[in-house]
């Protein structure tokens, strides 16, 4: 089973604070990683996400970093606000491969003010 | 616009008793796909569907059947449920192929088996 390996579980950050959640990922063929974030009693929705022939992808105060050589990839939060407080799942698949989308187990993230 | 819909949001079953989760969506998305989420474990695909009138196992698909009668409902059923199937289940669907990947989640439905 092809595995994309989050950390760390939980996080806790005052607001203004820059979280970073970290992934690694296993399968060379993977080229397509979004982010995904849930908010308590929703579903998961697409945040962001990256494709390997770019090291950097920003939007707002989300960033993603791609380290093709080392097969990870992490997302930081630029000065975060209370409501970022939220789950986030990383994932990885070949691109336009959406049934093979493998997650990672999840970040709880708490943003206190 | 409702994007997917789950009905029902909550239930609780005795081991033994069977029950379908219903999934629709009204963006004629061509793929839908049955996520179970539990603390710890992330999102792990049950089963999938890429078209109308086809299945496809995922990563846990033991205990769990699947129907696509019409494009845009998918129905996750469980036939004899047990305690290990207490979980909130989601329902997604995309594009399908070339679509640039993005899923569009419902807001779960939470069981729970006693």
Known sequence: ?113 | NAGVTQTPKFRVLKTGQSMTLLCAQDMNHEYMYWYRQDPGMGLRLIHYSVGEGTTAKGEVPDGYNVSRLKKQNFLLGLESAAPSQTSVYFCASSQGQGSGGELFFGEGSRLTVL
């Not at chain 1, 992490?74 to 990885?92: E, K, N, R, V, W």
Request: proline share 7%; with cysteine; net charge positive.
């Open chain 1, 1 to 113: 089973q092809q595995q994309v390996k989050q950390s760390p579980q939980s996080l806790i950050v005052q607001k203004g604070g820059i979280p970073i959640i970290n992934c690694a990922y296993e399968n060379t063929a993977f080229d397509y990683f979004p982010w995904y974030q849930q908010f308590p009693g929703k579903g998961p929705a697409l945040l962001i996400a990256i494709r390997p022939d770019v090291s950097e992808k920003k939007e707002g105060r989300f960033t993603i970093s791609f380290n093709k050589s080392a097969k990870q990839f992490s997302l930081h939060i630029m000065d975060s606000q209370p409501g970022d407080s939220a789950t986030y799942f990383c994932a990885a698949s070949k691109t336009w491969v959406t049934d093979k989308l493998i997650f990672g187990t999840g970040t709880r993230l708490q943003v206190f003010p």
